[in-house]
């Protein structure tokens, strides 16, 4: 079955970075849309950055210019680079197969990212 493990949170101050790592594994991953989503407290889940088979990303408009993500078809492996960190970016961080924004596979347990002086 679908597995998406997710790792590298942790806690950072305003202004620095983090890289989070997702393995996926039970599905072809080469062919998959890969997304990184995130929840903070008391907020929907949103959708941060995709990345295509083909490599094209695109990112929300909060995170644009500070994220950057990034896949490893031969690893199956979907990261996401986090530079300028603000506090609201407080979040658990989860990545996903997404078709047309929507998650398809089951969560994993997210990584915790923390901005805080």
């Known amino acids: 079955q679908v597995q998406l493990v997710e790792s590298g949170g942790g806690l950072v101050q305003p202004g620095g970075s983090l890289r989070l790592s997702c393995a996926a594994s039970?599905?072809?991953?080469?062919?998959?849309?890969m997304g990184w989503y995130r929840q903070a407290p008391g907020k929907q889940r949103e959708l941060v950055a995709t990345i295509t088979i083909s490599g094209r990303t695109d990112y929300a408009d909060s995170v644009r210019g500070r994220f950057t993500i990034s896949r490893d078809n031969a690893k199956n492996t979907v990261s996401l680079q986090m530079n300028s960190l603000k506090p609201e970016d407080t979040a658990v961080y989860y990545c996903?197969?997404?078709?047309?924004?929507?998650?398809?596979?089951?969560w994993g347990q997210g990584t915790q990212v923390t901005v805080s002086s």
């Open positions: 039970g599905i072809m991953f080469r062919i998959y849309t």
């Open positions: 996903n197969t997404p078709v047309g924004g929507r998650a398809t596979s089951p």
